[in-house]
Protein backbone atom coordinates (compact mmCIF):
# COMPACT_ATOMS: atom_id res chain seq x y z
CA UNK A 1 0.00 0.00 0.00
CA UNK A 2 1.04 3.34 -0.62
CA UNK A 3 2.31 5.26 2.34
CA UNK A 4 0.57 8.41 3.51
CA UNK A 5 2.29 11.83 2.44
CA UNK A 6 4.62 12.89 5.86
CA UNK A 7 5.46 16.47 6.45
CA UNK A 8 8.82 16.05 4.79
CA UNK A 9 7.34 15.05 1.30
CA UNK A 10 5.25 17.87 1.82
CA UNK A 11 7.69 20.58 2.12
CA UNK A 12 6.72 23.75 0.74
CA UNK A 13 9.49 25.15 -1.53
CA UNK A 14 7.39 28.09 -2.87
CA UNK A 15 3.98 29.96 -4.75
CA UNK A 16 3.79 29.77 -8.90
CA UNK A 17 4.66 33.62 -8.41
CA UNK A 18 4.41 37.08 -6.10
CA UNK A 19 1.90 38.48 -8.43
CA UNK A 20 -0.68 35.97 -8.20
CA UNK A 21 -0.66 36.22 -12.34
CA UNK A 22 -3.23 33.09 -12.36
CA UNK A 23 -6.07 34.55 -10.09
CA UNK A 24 -5.48 38.08 -11.80
CA UNK A 25 -6.45 35.78 -14.86
CA UNK A 26 -8.97 34.19 -13.53
CA UNK A 27 -10.71 37.40 -12.36
CA UNK A 28 -10.99 38.75 -16.04
CA UNK A 29 -11.98 34.88 -17.46
CA UNK A 30 -14.81 33.45 -14.96
CA UNK A 31 -15.70 30.40 -17.07
CA UNK A 32 -15.17 26.80 -16.73
CA UNK A 33 -13.70 26.93 -19.86
CA UNK A 34 -10.97 28.45 -19.54
CA UNK A 35 -10.50 27.16 -15.40
CA UNK A 36 -10.24 23.45 -17.35
CA UNK A 37 -7.72 24.79 -19.96
CA UNK A 38 -5.33 26.14 -16.47
CA UNK A 39 -6.15 23.82 -14.11
CA UNK A 40 -2.37 22.32 -14.02
CA UNK A 41 -1.54 26.38 -13.02
CA UNK A 42 -3.87 26.38 -10.08
CA UNK A 43 -3.13 23.00 -8.79
CA UNK A 44 0.64 22.90 -9.44
CA UNK A 45 1.69 26.56 -8.70
CA UNK A 46 -0.59 27.47 -5.90
CA UNK A 47 -2.87 24.53 -4.16
CA UNK A 48 0.10 21.96 -4.20
CA UNK A 49 2.34 24.66 -2.45
CA UNK A 50 -0.63 25.59 -0.05
CA UNK A 51 -1.36 22.32 0.68
CA UNK A 52 2.54 21.46 1.30
CA UNK A 53 2.97 24.85 3.59
CA UNK A 54 0.38 24.18 5.76
CA UNK A 55 1.44 20.54 6.34
CA UNK A 56 4.61 21.96 7.63
CA UNK A 57 3.46 24.83 8.92
CA UNK A 58 1.35 22.84 11.20
CA UNK A 59 3.99 20.78 12.33
CA UNK A 60 6.58 23.71 13.39
CA UNK A 61 3.39 25.42 15.14
CA UNK A 62 2.13 22.59 17.71
CA UNK A 63 4.61 23.44 20.26
CA UNK A 64 2.55 26.81 20.76
CA UNK A 65 -0.64 24.98 21.62
CA UNK A 66 0.04 21.99 24.30
CA UNK A 67 -2.96 22.34 25.47
CA UNK A 68 -4.51 22.40 22.49
CA UNK A 69 -3.98 19.80 19.68
CA UNK A 70 -3.75 20.95 16.53
CA UNK A 71 -6.04 18.86 13.50
CA UNK A 72 -5.04 18.37 9.78
CA UNK A 73 -4.40 21.26 7.43
CA UNK A 74 -7.76 22.62 5.23
CA UNK A 75 -7.70 24.53 1.87
CA UNK A 76 -11.03 25.76 0.87
CA UNK A 77 -12.43 24.94 -2.30
CA UNK A 78 -11.93 27.05 -5.19
CA UNK A 79 -15.35 26.85 -6.10
CA UNK A 80 -17.95 29.46 -4.65
CA UNK A 81 -21.25 29.09 -3.36
CA UNK A 82 -23.56 31.27 -5.33
CA UNK A 83 -26.84 30.09 -3.82
CA UNK A 84 -27.07 33.40 -2.48
CA UNK A 85 -25.35 35.64 -3.56
CA UNK A 86 -26.08 38.14 -6.30
CA UNK A 87 -22.46 37.80 -7.63
CA UNK A 88 -22.50 34.05 -9.63
CA UNK A 89 -18.91 34.20 -10.77
CA UNK A 90 -18.16 30.38 -9.90
CA UNK A 91 -14.78 30.83 -8.83
CA UNK A 92 -12.90 32.69 -5.97
CA UNK A 93 -9.45 34.68 -7.07
CA UNK A 94 -8.05 33.37 -4.24
CA UNK A 95 -6.94 30.42 -2.74
CA UNK A 96 -7.22 30.15 1.48
CA UNK A 97 -6.16 27.82 3.75
CA UNK A 98 -6.00 27.40 7.56
CA UNK A 99 -4.32 25.17 10.58
CA UNK A 100 -7.56 24.40 13.05
CA UNK A 101 -7.69 23.38 16.40
CA UNK A 102 -8.76 19.62 16.87
CA UNK A 103 -12.76 19.38 16.44
CA UNK A 104 -12.69 22.78 14.86
CA UNK A 105 -14.30 20.86 11.54
CA UNK A 106 -14.79 22.14 7.84
CA UNK A 107 -15.24 25.65 8.74
CA UNK A 108 -13.39 27.18 11.49
CA UNK A 109 -16.40 26.54 14.57
CA UNK A 110 -13.50 27.09 16.98
CA UNK A 111 -10.43 29.86 16.85
CA UNK A 112 -7.91 28.85 14.20
CA UNK A 113 -3.81 29.49 14.58
CA UNK A 114 -3.38 30.48 11.18
CA UNK A 115 -5.32 31.03 8.01
CA UNK A 116 -3.62 31.87 4.73
CA UNK A 117 -5.15 34.06 1.99
CA UNK A 118 -3.68 35.00 -1.38
CA UNK A 119 -4.65 35.61 -4.66
CA UNK A 120 -5.68 39.03 -5.89
CA UNK A 121 -5.35 40.12 -2.40
CA UNK A 122 -3.49 38.27 0.38
CA UNK A 123 -3.84 38.44 4.33
CA UNK A 124 -2.70 35.65 6.90
CA UNK A 125 -4.70 36.03 10.44
CA UNK A 126 -5.17 34.14 13.75
CA UNK A 127 -8.42 33.72 15.80
CA UNK A 128 -11.76 33.34 15.46
CA UNK A 129 -13.96 34.78 12.63
CA UNK A 130 -17.53 34.47 13.51
CA UNK A 131 -18.31 32.97 16.83
CA UNK A 132 -22.00 31.12 17.35
CA UNK A 133 -24.44 32.36 19.95
CA UNK A 134 -23.38 30.36 22.85
CA UNK A 135 -19.90 30.87 22.18
CA UNK A 136 -20.49 34.59 21.83
CA UNK A 137 -22.09 34.17 25.32
CA UNK A 138 -19.18 32.59 27.07
CA UNK A 139 -16.92 35.34 25.52
CA UNK A 140 -18.50 38.50 26.76
CA UNK A 141 -18.64 36.49 30.03
CA UNK A 142 -14.80 35.69 30.06
CA UNK A 143 -14.30 40.00 28.94
CA UNK A 144 -16.10 40.84 32.18
CA UNK A 145 -14.15 38.88 34.08
CA UNK A 146 -12.37 41.25 35.66
CA UNK A 147 -8.81 38.64 35.80
CA UNK A 148 -9.75 37.26 32.09
CA UNK A 149 -11.22 40.49 30.58
CA UNK A 150 -7.76 42.02 31.55
CA UNK A 151 -5.67 39.22 30.30
CA UNK A 152 -7.07 39.22 26.88
CA UNK A 153 -6.82 43.32 26.69
CA UNK A 154 -2.64 43.19 27.40
CA UNK A 155 -2.86 40.40 24.93
CA UNK A 156 -4.59 42.50 22.30
CA UNK A 157 -2.42 45.57 23.44
CA UNK A 158 1.05 43.39 23.13
CA UNK A 159 -0.35 41.91 19.45
CA UNK A 160 -0.93 45.75 18.40
CA UNK A 161 2.44 47.50 19.47
CA UNK A 162 4.21 44.61 17.37
CA UNK A 163 1.91 45.33 14.10
CA UNK A 164 -1.27 42.95 14.79
CA UNK A 165 -4.56 44.56 13.57
CA UNK A 166 -7.03 43.02 16.37
CA UNK A 167 -10.90 43.37 15.23
CA UNK A 168 -14.08 41.35 13.53
CA UNK A 169 -16.04 41.13 10.61
CA UNK A 170 -18.91 41.70 13.01
CA UNK A 171 -19.43 44.50 15.57
CA UNK A 172 -22.37 45.80 17.32
CA UNK A 173 -22.54 49.71 17.24
CA UNK A 174 -23.24 50.03 21.06
CA UNK A 175 -21.81 47.26 23.98
CA UNK A 176 -24.66 44.34 24.92
CA UNK A 177 -27.62 45.00 27.01
CA UNK A 178 -27.26 45.92 31.06
CA UNK A 179 -23.35 46.59 30.20
CA UNK A 180 -22.24 50.33 31.23
CA UNK A 181 -21.22 52.00 27.97
CA UNK A 182 -18.02 53.11 29.45
CA UNK A 183 -16.68 49.67 30.17
CA UNK A 184 -13.02 49.78 29.99
CA UNK A 185 -13.27 46.74 27.71
CA UNK A 186 -16.25 48.18 25.60
CA UNK A 187 -14.85 47.81 22.41
CA UNK A 188 -14.06 43.96 23.03
CA UNK A 189 -17.85 43.47 24.17
CA UNK A 190 -18.95 44.76 21.01
CA UNK A 191 -16.98 42.13 18.77
CA UNK A 192 -18.96 39.45 17.47
CA UNK A 193 -15.52 36.99 16.78
CA UNK A 194 -12.10 38.45 17.00
CA UNK A 195 -9.05 38.15 14.58
CA UNK A 196 -5.54 39.12 14.65
CA UNK A 197 -4.60 40.18 11.12
CA UNK A 198 -0.61 39.96 10.76
CA UNK A 199 1.14 42.92 9.71
CA UNK A 200 1.47 42.53 5.48
CA UNK A 201 2.88 39.87 4.36
CA UNK A 202 5.98 40.68 1.95
CA UNK A 203 4.98 40.11 -1.94
CA UNK A 204 8.16 38.54 -2.41
CA UNK A 205 8.17 35.78 0.65
CA UNK A 206 5.65 34.13 -1.62
CA UNK A 207 8.59 32.45 -3.63
CA UNK A 208 10.83 31.87 -0.79
CA UNK A 209 11.21 29.31 1.36
CA UNK A 210 11.17 32.08 4.21
CA UNK A 211 7.51 31.99 4.08
CA UNK A 212 7.75 29.54 6.35
CA UNK A 213 9.47 31.17 8.90
CA UNK A 214 7.86 34.35 9.08
CA UNK A 215 4.32 32.50 9.38
CA UNK A 216 5.89 30.37 12.14
CA UNK A 217 7.38 33.81 13.85
CA UNK A 218 3.98 36.04 13.76
CA UNK A 219 1.95 32.41 14.82
CA UNK A 220 3.86 32.14 17.70
CA UNK A 221 3.44 36.03 18.84
CA UNK A 222 -0.75 35.50 17.87
CA UNK A 223 -0.54 32.14 20.20
CA UNK A 224 -1.66 33.56 23.43
CA UNK A 225 -4.58 35.14 21.49
CA UNK A 226 -5.88 32.11 20.10
CA UNK A 227 -4.99 30.34 23.46
CA UNK A 228 -7.58 32.75 25.43
CA UNK A 229 -10.11 32.17 22.99
CA UNK A 230 -10.05 28.23 22.51
CA UNK A 231 -9.90 27.98 26.73
CA UNK A 232 -12.79 30.17 26.84
CA UNK A 233 -14.73 28.41 24.15
CA UNK A 234 -14.19 24.75 25.99
Known amino acids: MPSTPTAAALRFERFADRDARFFRQLAKHQSREWFQAHRHEYERGWLAPMKALLAELRDRIDPFFPDHPLGAPKVFRIFRDVRF ?3 KS ?17 APALPAPVYVHLGTDRFVAAGHYRMLPEQLARYRAAVLDEHRGAELAAIVARLERKGFTVGSP ?14 PRAALLRRKGLIASFPPLPEELLVSRALVDWLVRHTKQS ?12
Open 90 to 106: PYKTHIGGYVPIDGGGT
Open 85 to 87: SKD
Open 170 to 183: DTLKNVPRGVDPAH
Open 223 to 234: APLVTWLATTME
